[in-house]
T-cell receptor, first 110, second 114 residues
Framework: GENVEQHPSTLSVQEGDSAVIKCTYSDSASNYFPWYKQELGKRPQLIIDIRSNVGEKKDQRIAVTLNKTAKHFSLHITETQPEDSAVYFCAAALGYKLIFGSGTRLLVRP | NAGVTQTPKFRILKIGQSMTLQCTQDMNHNYMYWYRQDPGMGLKLIYYSVGAGITDKGEVPNGYNVSRSTTEDFPLRLELAAPSQTSVYFC?????????????FGDGTRLSIL
């Protein structure tokens, strides 16, 4: 079955710096890759997604890149702010299901 | 438009007790999912449904049951609660299957088995 690996597990950056989170997936049939942000005690919320026919997608300070050949995709957050502090999950869709990575805890230091 | 609504928000059960976690959505989504999230971990799929009357197992179905009698509702049943089922349970829904539309999550049910 599909397996999604996510790195790093924790990431600490200075406010204003960039943050990059990387994921790899195992099943080449996966063709949809969402990213979710989860604040402490809250629900996961979709922040950006990318489909396999696109190599990069941006939305203000966040961007996602996809390399289908290498089977990896990454989340980039620029000009980080304290409110970006949260746990971020990547996921890969296989059939009807999403397979989630184990999460990255991002801390943005003021 | 409430989205995905889960009840209760918190519950404490004794070992061996049973309960049903409720999930309802008002977005006319066909696909619904149940996940569990253990502390500091990712989301594991318990069961999912692609429409009324159709359910299937996910990664961790043991100890749980589901039903889908209507498009809106997708309850999760714990028959004999065990300490290993202490977790936060999230229900989610999407218009179509995982490779096409994002999943929308409810606020979760925090369940403790003592």
């Amino acid at each position: 079955g599909e397996n999604v690996e996510q790195h790093p597990s924790t990431l600490s950056v200075q406010e204003g710096d960039s943050a990059v989170i990387k994921c790899t997936y195992s099943d080449s049939a996966s063709n949809y890759f969402p990213w979710y942000k989860q604040e402490l005690g809250k629900r996961p919320q979709l922040i950006i997604d990318i489909r396999s026919n696109v190599g990069e997608k941006k939305d203000q300070r966040i961007a996602v890149t996809l390399n289908k050949t290498a089977k990896h995709f990454s989340l980039h957050i620029t000009e980080t702010q304290p409110e970006d502090s949260a746990v971020y999950f990547c996921a890969a869709a296989l059939g009807y299901k999403l397979i989630f990575g184990s999460g990255t805890r991002l801390l943005v230091r003021p | 438009n409430a989205g995905v609504t889960q009840t209760p928000k918190f519950r404490i059960l004794k070992i061996g007790q049973s309960m049903t976690l409720q999930c309802t959505q008002d977005m006319n989504h066909n696909y619904m999912y149940w996940y569990r999230q253990d502390p500091g971990m990712g989301l594991k799929l318990i069961y999912y449904s692609v429409g009324a009357g159709i359910t299937d197992k996910g990664e961790v179905p043991n100890g749980y049951n589901v039903s889908r009698s209507t498009t809106e509702d997708f309850p999760l049943r714990l028959e004999l609660a065990a300490p290993s089922q202490t977790s936060v349970y999230f229900c989610a829904s999407s218009y179509t299957g995982g490779d096409n539309q994002p999943q929308h999550f409810g606020d979760g049910t925090r369940l403790s088995i003592l």
